[in-house]
C-alpha cells in the first residue's frame, strides 16, 4: 500500500502548479482523501479532504478559491489544482486516506490523526 505525491517545486507568487497522489495496492474508491500541509515551525494543515460517505469537498479558508480537488479513479490518481499562489502557501503538501470513513470532509481535514495511510510530502515554494 503506497501513495506517492509529487508536483511540488518553486514557483513565483501567482503562480500555478498542480500536485497528484498517486495510490498502489489499493483503490482510492472507497476512501476518503485528504491534502495536508506543513510549514516550517507551523501545525499541521488539512487544506482539502473528501468525504467517501457523501463525496463532498471541503476546503481550508486559506485556499477557498484558488485550490481544486479533482480525483481521477481510472488512474487512481487525485489532484490538488493551486492557483495564484501566495508565499504564505510554502510548505510540505501530503496526501493521505482514511478507508471506509463516515467523517465529513470538514472532519477529516480537521483530524489529520485519524488518516490511515499517508504519503511522503512534496514541497511546494512560493517565492520571487
Known amino acids: 500500500v503506497q501513495l506517492q505525491a509529487s508536483g511540488g517545486g518553486l514557483v513565483q507568487p501567482g503562480g500555478s502548479l498542480r500536485l497528484s497522489c498517486a495510490a498502489s495496492?489499493?483503490?482510492?474508491?472507497?476512501?476518503?482523501i485528504a491534502w495536508f500541509r506543513q510549514a516550517p515551525g507551523k501545525e499541521r494543515e488539512g487544506v482539502s479532504c473528501?468525504?467517501?460517505?457523501?463525496?463532498?469537498?471541503y476546503y481550508a479558508d486559506s485556499v477557498k478559491g484558488r485550490f481544486t480537488f479533482s480525483r481521477d479513479n481510472a488512474k487512481n490518481t487525485v489532484y490538488l489544482q493551486m492557483n495564484s499562489l501566495k508565499p504564505e502557501d510554502t510548505a510540505v503538501y501530503y496526501c493521505?486516506?482514511?478507508?471506509?470513513?463516515?467523517?465529513?470532509?470538514?472532519?477529516?481535514?480537521?483530524?489529520?490523526?485519524?488518516?490511515?495511510?499517508w504519503g511522503k510530502g512534496t514541497l511546494v515554494t512560493v517565492s520571487s
Open positions: 493521505a486516506t482514511r478507508y471506509g470513513s463516515s467523517w465529513s470532509s470538514r472532519k477529516l481535514c480537521q483530524n489529520s490523526d485519524g488518516m490511515d495511510y
Open positions: 495496492g489499493f483503490t482510492l474508491d472507497y476512501y476518503a
Open positions: 473528501i468525504s467517501s460517505s457523501d463525496g463532498s469537498t
